[in-house]
């Protein structure tokens, strides 16, 4: 019997992690592979080669991915036609990472431009149906700051 204290939350992870269904896991290991620099950490194929569970590392975190089973009733965005749910990534080049993840084959959604928030953003999707929003934080504000941002940019797009 092991002495050694296990943790309850394993080296390298963070409290949160996505877990993606995509129809064509493998493919999409690849594909954040060239569009986010993702490192593969693991996958178990099932021996129809589908992918029962895959990860990858992109900056510091983890990113889960499940083929779908449609007998588990596990389906991905294409199945469901969309998604409600955005990944955010933080990157160092919001403009080079977007154009990076356009070459790879995502789906320019809303090209990087400067946010009242203090980030430089855009939107993506990946060739899976995910929507990823990609930020590199350019200005700390205070909430006041950010509050007047929101209530001006609002105003001009009711206007």
């Known amino acids: 019997m092991s002495t050694s ?13 996505p877990h993606l269904v995509c129809d064509g896991a493998a493919d999409a290991i690849e594909f954040y592979k060239k569009a986010f620099n993702a490192v593969e950490l693991m996958r178990l194929p099932a021996p129809d ?17 499940v083929d779908e089973s449609p007998q588990w009733n596990s389906f991905g965005p294409k199945s469901l036609k969309g998604t409600p ?4 990534l933080y990157v160092e080049n919001v403009d080079a990472a977007f154009a ?6 995502a789906t320019a959604k809303m090209p990087p431009a400067d946010m009242f928030w203090g980030d430089r953003y855009g939107i993506v999707i990946d060739p899976f149906g995910h929507n990823w929003s990609l930020a590199t934080h350019t200005r700390d504000l205070k909430h006041e700051e950010i509050l007047q941002g929101m209530q001006s940019m609002l ?3 009711c206007a």
């Not at 589908?50 to 983890?62: A, M, W, Y």
Request: hydrophobic share 40%; proline share 5%.
């Open 100 to 105: 990076q993840a356009v070459a790879a084959g």
């Open 155 to 157: 105003k001009q797009n």
């Open 49 to 65: 080669g589908k992918l029962v569970h895959g990860s990858v590392r992109i900056g510091d975190s983890t990113l889960m991915l």
């Open 5 to 17: 204290k296990v943790k309850p939350i394993p080296e390298g992870m963070h409290s949160i992690t």
């Open 85 to 88: 749910v955005t990944i955010h």
